[in-house]
Structure formats: C-alpha cells, structure tokens
C-alpha cells in the first residue's frame, strides 16, 4: 500500500472516534482507550508522550488543530502563504470581500473534486465567521 496522506476526512473520522466524550478534544483517558483498543500495554507513560508530541496549546487535551497536524504533519505546509491566498482571491467570486470565501461557494468548488460527505465535514470544521465567510488569516493560523 502506497504511502500517502490522510484526507481531512479521514482525519476527522478518527478524531471523533478517539474523542469518545465528543467534547471535540482528545483527552489522555481517550488515548489510553485508543491504546488498549489497538493492543497496546495500558501505560500512562507512552499515552503521556503521545499527548505531549500532538498538544501544541500546552493544555492535558488535543484539539482537532492540533490533532490534524500531527496525523498530517505534511498537509500542514504543501503551500505557501501566497498560494494560499491566490487560491481564496481566484475563488472568492465577485461580491465576497477581499482575502474571503464565503462557505457556499467554497461548497461549490469541493463538490467538484470531493463526495459530498467528505465536503460536509471539511466545512464542518472550518472557522467559518457569523455571515458565512472562510477568512484567508484565520485559515492559514489553523491550517497552514
């Protein structure tokens, strides 16, 4: 099997099964739970470095942020800030304001290479403001 990425998906679907509470963070009680499901010895010690390398806020749980970028340490740099920007101003549309898209028509342009269910929980987890708009800032802070 090929080495390759998980998509945010992926990545959400195994947030949410470690996160058992559903508080949208991972605590060590879950990661123990994660260790025993996968057959590991039930030690303190190795779940205590598991939430030390992902948990970058310093808090005792992981959030999604965090979460994604340690499962997907790759997908957090595959483009500059630039591109990143370029991408929100080519796909903002006309009456978006500047560096801004809004969640309807990023929906648009996902559906054309993602499943509707992949596009629904990438959206779900976007930091999306009260009318609706993705901001170029605050994506690149959690994402890039």
């Known amino acids: 099997m090929a080495d390759r990425p998980f998509s945010m998906a992926e990545c959400k679907e195994f947030f949410d099964f470690i996160d058992v509470d559903k508080s949208g963070t991972i605590d060590i009680q879950e990661i123990q739970r994660l260790l025993?499901?996968?057959?590991?010895?039930?030690?303190?010690?190795?779940a205590?470095?598991?939430m030390l390398e992902a948990n970058q806020s310093g808090s005792r749980e992981i959030g999604w942020e965090d979460?994604?970028?340690?499962?997907?340490?790759?997908?957090?740099?595959?483009?500059?800030?630039?591109?990143?920007?370029?991408?929100?101003?080519?796909?903002s549309g006309k009456n978006s304001p500047p560096s801004k898209i809004h969640k309807d028509q990023l929906e648009k342009v996902?559906?054309?290479?993602?499943?509707?269910?992949?596009?629904?929980?990438?959206?779900?987890?976007?930091?999306?403001?009260?009318?609706?708009?993705?901001?170029?800032?605050?994506?690149?802070?959690?994402?890039?």
Not at 36 to 46: A, K, S, T
Not at 76 to 87: F, M
């Open 36 to 46: 025993r499901v996968l057959n590991f010895d039930d030690n303190i010690h190795f």
């Open 48 to 50: 205590e470095r598991i």
């Open 67 to 91: 979460f994604y970028r340690t499962v997907n340490p790759s997908k957090s740099s595959n483009y500059s800030n630039q591109e990143v920007l370029r991408a929100f101003q080519f796909f």
């Open 110 to 144: 996902l559906l054309e290479c993602r499943s509707e269910r992949e596009v629904k929980i990438i959206l779900k987890q976007l930091p999306f403001d009260h009318q609706g708009y993705l901001n170029y800032q605050d994506f690149v802070n959690t994402y890039n």
